[in-house]
């Protein structure tokens, strides 16, 4: 796991998303990027006209947008899922797809599940439909969670559940 992620992350820190800021899939897909913390370059061409430029060097019709450009690989009309299925972060591209517990919802509940039941030794899977954190990830401040008394911010949060869920190989 650490490996694919150390891969992801050497892969990703090239990956350059163009796209209108007044596009509602642009936005989709940099909410994803965001929250599952993918490094990710955003260029706008509502607001800087040399990218037009660029997406014609690149052989790019503006129709085409959203567009993600990772090294040599150009992925037209993007949607987030065809991002996440291209980066390897999809239940197809596990390597084993049977599991003892899946999870629905990847929020505090459903990480604190992932941490008890794949500590116990069940194989475990986390299904969220955005990203790890669900609504918790995004909060600023959460201060009614039990352990942190003066609160903590919900990426925060929800990043330290990750890493023990993963700890225990959680997937």
């Known amino acids: 796991m650490a490996r694919r992620a150390l891969l992801l992350r050497s892969a990703a820190a ?3 998303l163009v796209g209108s800021g007044f596009s509602s899939e642009t936005r989709r897909i940099r909410e994803y990027l965001t929250r599952s913390r993918v ?3 955003w260029l ?3 607001e800087d006209p040399s990218i037009e430029a660029l997406l014609q060097t690149s052989g790019v019709d503006p129709g085409e947008l959203p567009v993600v450009c990772t090294g040599e690989t150009v992925l037209r009309r993007v949607t987030a899922g065809s991002l996440a299925e291209y980066l390897g972060l999809t239940v197809a591209n596990l390597p084993s797809r049977i599991f003892d517990l899946v999870i629905a919802g990847g929020g ?3 990480l604190a599940a992932a941490v008890y039941g794949a500590s116990e030794g069940l194989r475990t899977l986390v299904l969220d439909m955005v990203a790890v954190g669900g609504q918790a990830g ?3 401040r959460i201060e ?3 352990g942190f008394p003066t ?3 919900g990426d925060e949060l929800t990043q330290r559940a ?3 869920a993963e700890k225990f190989g959680a997937r």
């Open 39 to 41: 490094p990710h370059e």
């Open 138 to 140: 995004s909060s600023s």
């Open 151 to 153: 609160g903590i911010s």
């Open 144 to 146: 009614n969670y039990l």
């Open 108 to 110: 505090p509940a459903g």
């Open 44 to 46: 706008n061409p509502d």
């Open 162 to 164: 990750l890493v023990q």
């Open 14 to 16: 090239s990956l350059r």
